[in-house]
């Protein structure tokens, strides 16, 4: 819904009003025919209608764009009141920054911030409310921490209430200690067994060296008997040349 024309002061064009709620545009998006609306007016729209609502060709939400940056300007130098003017605020601003403004009005109608009350107050008002509220927070005298929101809350056990919650915190931190040191005996089980199929693996690995280099000696032994044989037969074949 657009915002009501008479909130403005002075002439507003009729381009920059929603030809849904004829109010002024609010979030406004544009047809490509050029025609604007209300976001929410048009999307409203489209659910039962295919067409611009002004000319009636055809249009989809896809085909809508934000408003051209000329139009967006000439919206937001318009100036009108604040909604809470009838609870008595005068402010006048630009529509740019009326939303702004309305967030943090004094005479804006909010609710009680105390559990439990249902109040609206002015902004301006809350911190009275706030004082005399019947849902307002009180400390115990006994000094125990909890606060009285209620009439009933006076009838409350404040000693039980903190035995049941140190014995409710007491369990839940045991049954976090049993959870952790299950997990780390199952984490350092996990390790075991790998440094277990680690050092196997290693062991396994130490032997085969062994094995390869017992094989290898017995290749040296039998290369040096070969090469001692060959220079006794070298020997021999040099004493028969001489003799020859």
Not at 49 to 62: A, I
Not at 68 to 74: A, G, I, V
Not at 156 to 165: D, G, Y
Request: glycine share 4%; net charge negative; proline share 2%.
């Amino acid at each position: 819904m657009g915002y009501d024309i008479d909130r403005f002061v002075g002439y507003v064009n009729e381009g920059l009003l929603c030809s849904i709620c004829r109010g002024v545009l609010e979030d406004p998006l544009q047809a490509p025919c050029e025609h604007a609306f209300c976001t929410a007016c048009i999307h409203v729209w489209l659910v039962h209608h295919s067409n611009c609502p002004e000319d009636r060709q055809m249009v989809d939400v896809s085909l809508l764009r934000p408003l051209y940056r000329y139009m967006k300007n000439d919206l937001n130098r318009l100036q009108l009141r604040c909604k809470n003017r009838e609870h008595g605020c005068e402010m006048i601003c630009f529509l740019e920054s009326i939303d702004r403004h309305e967030r943090e009005c004094e005479y804006s109608q909010i609710p009680c911030s105390n559990a439990g009350c249902t109040v609206y107050v002015e902004r301006r008002n809350l911190e009275r409310h706030l004082a005399v509220c019947s849902y307002r927070s009180r400390e115990r005298p006994n000094g125990c921490g909890y606060a009285i929101l209620s009439s009933e809350d006076r009838q409350r056990n404040c000693v039980a209430q903190l035995r049941t919650e140190l014995d409710l915190l007491r369990s839940e931190v045991i049954c976090r200690v049993k959870e952790a040191k299950h997990e780390l005996e199952s984490m350092l089980d996990s390790q075991r067994r790998h440094m277990v199929q680690k050092e196997s693996i290693l062991q396994n690995e130490i032997e085969e060296l062994k094995s390869k280099m017992s094989q290898m000696m017995l290749d040296i032994r039998a290369l040096m008997a070969t090469e001692r044989e060959h220079r006794q037969e070298l020997e021999q074949a040099k004493v028969e040349k001489r003799e020859l």
